[in-house]
């Protein structure tokens, strides 16, 4: 799901996700609460604050664009940071950000060229048009299963470790 904001103003006093590591700026999967945005006519300056440690950053962007492809909003990592870990919060990042495009797509083609080029060459005639169709059917069915499974064992495993009183089975 991409996240843009119409004016940097919108950002002040608000807490966010770093999804990309810059150079001498808090590193990706830090919690910061921004504090202060100055726009000028060469692009935009953001002081904000990392919240874990306390320590205060000015960062530049040419655009608003690039600030948002920096860091993102999220309300459950927002209010649940110190129930996760830095790789647990950048595999929730990574998941939460895949769509069927960017995930999807590609493993279904690769599996259909695949699928269709050993078909073809291995089995002779109808018999290898019909199960070229069936494993066609698997694959893309199988990749979407997975695309769905990984998605809420994710948030499950989330869910678990913030010990909000409900149970998953």
Not at 78 to 93: G, P, Q, T, V, W
Not at 120 to 138: N, P, Q, R
Request: glycine residues 6%; charged residues 20%.
């Amino acid at each position: 799901m991409a996240f843009m904001l119409y004016s940097i103003d919108d950002a002040i006093d608000c807490k966010y996700i770093v999804t990309k590591t810059l150079n001498k700026q808090a590193k990706a999967g830090s919690l910061i609460h921004v504090m202060d945005t100055m726009e000028t006519s060469d692009g935009i300056t953001v002081d904000y604050r990392v919240t874990k440690t306390g320590q205060n950053f000015v960062i530049r962007f040419p655009t608003v664009k690039e600030f948002c492809k920096w860091c993102r909003p999220d309300s459950f990592l927002a209010r649940h940071y110190d129930s996760f870990s830095k790789k647990e919060i950048m595999n929730y990042l990574k998941i939460k950000d895949r769509s069927f495009t960017t995930f999807c797509l590609p493993i279904i083609a690769v599996a259909l060229v695949v699928i269709w080029l050993i078909c073809l060459l291995a089995i002779k005639g109808a018999a290898g048009v019909i199960v070229g169709v069936v494993l066609s059917i698997a694959a893309v069915l199988g990749t979407m299963y997975i695309f769905k499974t990984t998605k809420e064992k994710m948030l499950v495993k989330l869910y678990g470790k913030v010990n909000v009183g409900i149970t998953f089975k």
